[in-house]
């Protein structure tokens, strides 16, 4: 026996929290990538821009896959921003330029939010084949997170929290 809830994934109608989940990653999706291409004028360091690039990539894939989703629903998706236009980091005075480690910093963060917003939409989801799609960007996420903190480390632009470097010794009563 076969519910309106089995068979075939994409049979099956999304839940509202399913369509939010998805619509909501298309937009940030969309805003991540427009700060990125404009990161991409400021960095000047050639591996921080690798890990941009990598991004830059995986912004454009969920974008065309969370939209793709979202016109077989008959839901339209956010609107896309502009392509902004390339600058030279050179023409960008120095006050108003953003450094290498505080460009890695915004994508170590944005990528830790990513995360969890993958973890809960993974959880909300009903769908096989929405939750796989979450799956699947948290996997990719998680990768390109220790690419981001092996970058953060070599280049010496982590800041750690305090660090224990000697536990207290225990006492017996």
């Known amino acids: 026996m076969t519910g309106i809830l089995g068979g075939n994934p994409k049979e099956e ?57 979202l016109g077989e629903q008959g839901i339209a998706s956010a609107p896309v921003l502009p392509n902004r236009p390339e600058a030279k980091l050179e023409d960008i005075p120095v006050g108003a330029r953003f450094t290498d480690q505080e460009i890695a910093a915004k994508l170590a963060a944005d990528n830790a939010v990513g995360l969890v917003a993958c973890s809960q939409a993974m959880g909300q989801s009903i769908r096989e084949d929405v939750g796989a799609l979450f799956a699947k960007y948290h996997l990719t996420r998680a990768a390109i997170g220790l690419k981001i ?25």
């Not at 903190?149 to 009563?173: C, S, T, V, Y």
């Open 149 to 173: 903190l092996h970058l953060n480390k070599k280049k010496g632009w982590l800041i750690p929290p305090p660090l224990l470097d000697k536990r207290p010794e225990p006492i017996n009563a």
């Open 13 to 69: 109608p999304m839940h509202y929290g399913e369509i939010f989940s998805v619509w909501e990653a298309s937009m940030i999706a969309k805003g991540a990538l427009s700060c990125y291409r404009a990161y991409l004028n400021h960095a000047g360091d050639t591996d921080l821009k690798k890990v941009l690039g990598t991004m830059i990539d995986q912004a454009e894939l969920e974008i065309s896959e969370c939209d793709a989703l």
